[in-house]
């Protein structure tokens, strides 16, 4: 199995910040990676796909970064609606696999 | 505009078998490429994927979990079904349905709701 490592497990961050998350593969990807947003009590929805590709409809702050071994998810200016917990997703062999989530919270 | 809504118990009993539907529209699940997913969160705890099921009825399981779990689809009525056998505690989680379109990178959007399942006696 492909193990994703996320860092941090948890930032602390004020509105208009920048921030940085990074998703290690335990062994190369390509560019078969996913980042995603959860709120408390909600689903996860996709942010980033193809490792930089913006989903339809996300603000452009959130970019994505990387490929092969290493990742990065960067929300150039924190908005209030941003905090959330954030996780990476592998698609490039089976079993699929989720990071362990990375908790954006407000300083 | 994608829609997915899981159904199923909110309890069951530790040993019983779990039966989940996932009832989707916005899409069809005869279209090339495109799936659908399940994929569990344990209250507090990451994701974990448990399934996938393609348009040409490949399907795909967890090794970790794959005694455990079938996935079916019916194409007629917009559905997929996840049953997993022998409940434990441990599986009590939310369990979400999600579509994996035909392109990009192996995604999952959108997703459902999401059920909430307890397994106790």
């Known amino acids: 199995d492909i193990q994703m490592t996320q860092s941090p497990s948890s930032v602390s961050a004020s509105v208009g910040d920048r921030v940085t998350i990074t998703c290690r593969a335990s062994?190369?990807?390509?560019?078969?990676l996913a980042w995603y947003q959860q709120k408390p009590g909600k689903a996860p929805k996709l942010l980033i796909y193809?490792?930089?590709s913006l989903q339809s409809g996300v603000p452009s702050r959130f970019s994505g970064s990387g490929s092969g071994t290493d990742f990065t998810l960067t929300i150039s200016s924190l908005q209030p609606e941003d905090f959330a917990t954030y996780y990476c997703?592998?698609?490039?062999?089976?079993?699929?696999?989720f990071g362990q989530g990375t908790r954006l919270e407000i300083k | 505009q994608i829609t997915l809504k899981e159904s199923g118990p909110t309890l069951v009993k530790p040993t019983q078998t779990l039966t989940l539907t996932c009832t989707f529209s916005?899409?069809?699940?005869?279209?090339?490429?495109?799936?659908v997913g399940w994929i569990r969160q344990p209250p507090g705890k990451a994701l974990e994927w448990l399934a996938l099921?393609?348009?040409?009825?490949?399907?795909r399981y967890s090794p970790s979990l794959k005694s455990r779990l079938t996935i079916t689809k019916d194409t007629s009525k917009n559905q997929v079904v996840l049953t997993m056998t022998n409940m434990d505690p441990v599986d009590t989680a939310t369990y979400y349905c999600?579509?994996?379109?035909?392109?990009?990178?192996?995604?999952?959007?959108?997703w459902g709701q999401g059920t909430l399942v307890t397994v106790s006696s």
């Open positions: 193809a490792a930089s």
């Open positions: 997703q592998q698609a490039n062999s089976f079993p699929l696999t």
């Open positions: 062994q190369g990807i390509s560019s078969w």
């Open positions: 916005g899409f069809s699940l005869s279209t090339s490429g495109v799936g």
């Open positions: 099921i393609y348009w040409n009825d490949d399907k």
């Open positions: 999600a579509h994996r379109p035909y392109y990009g990178s192996g995604q999952f959007d959108p």
